[in-house]
């Protein structure tokens, strides 16, 4: 194999960073989950940053308004234009990546997520009340995304779901340089079930092929107890 230039190298160790900017009404939402755990850490390690914004700091009115009544009557209210526009202004670059975060996208999979963590600047679009301007979605928005066929109060929690399932697949940030790839669904399969100590609880005893030391064997039940879950439960898969 060729060797590598000293600026491929460098290139190489250098760490792949990805800059997620959240902008939504609501930035305590996303308090709690982003300092636990793994989101936690991976911010820790410098791999991942991640920036709330309020989008009601950017509204130009004297009281701060970002809703207003939808033209052609109805009930609820929308989103403003101005103050999203302004937001959107505030954290763009070259390199970002708007998704607003809807029930009428494009439902979120492990295929697109790995898509996503290879962005260097996502920018995820929260909405509330019953949305957006359309003119803010059409001009500035690259890509809808859902996470589900059914409605949330708002857009926080499928942004904190879709940071979720991007960021494990920036490298470095599960223990394991390959446990993404050895999750469910990377096999298009549901995940086989899992057991540890104790050998017997409740008088129930762990699948004895899984004390055998036989690692093939285990590969072959593992694989075929996957395969009888996804039949099972998700025949579409
Ligand atoms: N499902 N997937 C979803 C959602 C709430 C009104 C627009 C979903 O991604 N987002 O249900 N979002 C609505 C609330 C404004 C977003």
Not at 66 to 89: E, F, H, I, S, T
Not at 170 to 193: Q, Y
Not at 200 to 215: A, D, K, M, Y
């Amino acid at each position: 194999m060729r060797r590598l230039l000293p600026s491929e190298k460098q290139k190489e160790k250098q760490k792949l960073r990805v800059l997620i900017d959240i902008l939504s009404l609501f930035p305590r939402y996303f308090i709690g989950p982003f300092n636990e755990s793994i989101i936690k850490r991976a911010q820790e390690k410098g791999l991942v940053t991640i920036r709330l914004i309020n989008i009601r700091d950017f509204a130009d009115n004297r009281h701060h308004r970002v809703d207003d009544r939808p033209y052609g009557g109805g009930p609820g209210m929308v989103m403003m234009p101005q103050p999203v526009k302004a937001a959107l202004r505030d954290v763009k670059g070259s390199q970002s990546h708007v998704i607003y975060l809807t029930p009428q996208g494009r439902t979120l999979t492990a295929e697109k997520s790995r898509q996503l963590s290879r962005e260097t600047h996502l920018v995820l679009l929260c909405g509330h009340y019953e949305g957006i301007d359309q003119r803010i979605l059409d001009r500035e928005v690259d890509e809808e995304i859902s996470i589900g066929d059914y409605v949330l109060t708002n857009g926080c929690l499928a942004a904190i779901v879709l940071v979720d399932s991007v960021i494990r697949f920036v490298p470095g940030v599960l223990g394991h340089p390959l446990a993404a790839e050895e999750d469910s669904f990377e096999k298009g399969l549901l995940d086989c079930p899992h057991y540890t100590h104790p050998e017997v609880f409740e008088g129930e005893r762990v699948p004895p092929i899984l004390l055998s030391g036989n690692h093939q064997e285990i590969a072959k039940w593992r694989q075929e107890r996957a395969l009888k879950k996804t039949k099972d439960i998700r025949p579409d898969l």
